[in-house]
């Protein structure tokens, strides 16, 4: 399974961008899939998750300015990411998680958010 993460770029703060990680096969095959975020100095942490079920988590630094959606017919996971911030700066990673627990990474995409 591989997974093409796309979307990232330059933006001023307050500017929004749109992330999407296409699943090269099924999304059902995956019980989990999210988007992970890494600084430069920071440990990779987590952004946001979607089940297969359709529940949703959000770190708490990004809760009501991203939102985290699935679209099964294209097999692809969204990020929304609005109103920006300095600190939103990192490598955005795709996750997805098999059922039977497989972990897969998807290449990272560079948000960086100008102030």
């Known amino acids: 399974v591989q997974l093409q993460a796309s979307g990232g770029g330059l933006v001023q703060a307050g500017g929004s961008l749109r992330l999407s990680c296409a699943a090269s096969g099924s999304i059902f095959s995956f019980n989990d899939m999210g988007w992970y975020r890494e600084a430069p100095g920071k440990q990779r942490e987590s952004v946001a998750g979607?089940?297969?079920?359709?529940?949703?988590t959000y770190a708490n630094s990004v809760l009501g300015r991203f939102t985290i959606s699935r679209d099964n017919t294209k097999n692809t996971v969204y990020l929304n990411m609005n109103s920006l911030k300095p600190e939103d700066t990192a490598a955005y990673y795709c996750r997805a998680v098999t059922w039977r627990g497989d972990v897969n990474w998807g290449q990272g995409t560079q948000v960086t958010v100008s102030s």
């Open positions: 979607i089940t297969s079920g359709g529940s949703i």
